[in-house]
């Protein structure tokens, strides 16, 4: 496994599909158990044309965004081959 590293929220570009996957109450819990414990489980990204783009972890990164963090913990991953 990848070393975890802080990048950008702004950052993190979330593919039109995976967007409209987000369900607000389990944003909303996220971002409870968040400020009570802080980001546990980094989120995975790959790199691609420029920028990170989200593989795992939308509720996590929206929840930090909802509290107003500009960082998110992330695992920089390879894609996936089919």
């Given at each position: 496994m990848p070393n975890?590293?802080?990048l950008r929220i702004a950052d993190v570009?979330?593919?039109v599909k995976r967007a409209k996957?987000?369900?607000?109450?389990?944003?909303e819990a996220l971002a409870n158990d968040?400020?009570?414990n802080g980001q546990i489980t980094p989120i995975s990204v790959r790199e691609g044309k420029g920028r990170y783009v989200l593989i795992e972890g939308y509720h996590r990164?929206?929840?930090l965004r909802a509290l107003g963090e500009e960082r998110?913990?992330?695992f920089v991953v390879q894609a996936r081959q089919h």
């Open positions: 975890p590293i802080p570009y979330v593919p996957t987000l369900e607000p109450e389990k944003v968040i400020l009570e990164l929206e929840a998110v913990v992330v």
